[in-house]
């Protein structure tokens, strides 16, 4: 059975909250800038990253239902998990109304949720080190863009695919 959680609840919290249907997986839309120049054949395109974009999922009720609990739960921004990407999670923002009235009559309810471009791994271990290096493995298709801290007292030296990017004393 389909389900996905939002700001840490389950939709499968809910007795009689039936997800009818997830979102396919997708890629984000890539941003660009095409210029075109007379005289030259094609275009110059330059990446400006990617878009945020929807990922819409149906829910149908399927007996008593606390509609005001829903609605306080579909409400806001929080981390999106869908059971058909169970290992990974969105940032996401509902910002388009629900038809609550329709969930009391029985008929399924899109909810939409706009999503950040990139998904996060569930449960992901931080990377630490006190001396000797630390290995951060991109398991994605595309370009992360990971978040690095650094704590402590000498000289550290950051190497991104065996090229030094960045060297300082502390």
Sequence with gaps: MDTFTFKGTSSSDFENL?????PPIT????????IEIDGRD????????YETYEKTIEIVQMGDLDV?????????EGELTLSNESDKYYHAKIIEQIDYTRLELYKPVKVEFLVQPYKYKLNETEA?????SVT???Y??????????IEGSG???????EKIVFTYNF
Excluded: F, H, M, Y
């Design 18 to 22: 039936v997800v009818v249907a997830l």
């Design 27 to 34: 890629k984000p839309t890539l941003r660009v800038n095409e």
């Design 42 to 49: 094609g275009s110059l395109i330059t990446d400006q990253g």
């Design 68 to 76: 005001e609990e829903l609605k306080a739960w579909l409400d806001g």
């Design 128 to 132: 630490t080190s006190t001396t000797n």
């Design 136 to 138: 951060v493995t991109n």
């Design 140 to 149: 994605g298709t595309c370009e992360s863009k990971p978040l690095i801290t």
């Design 155 to 161: 000289t550290i030296t950051v190497t991104v695919n």
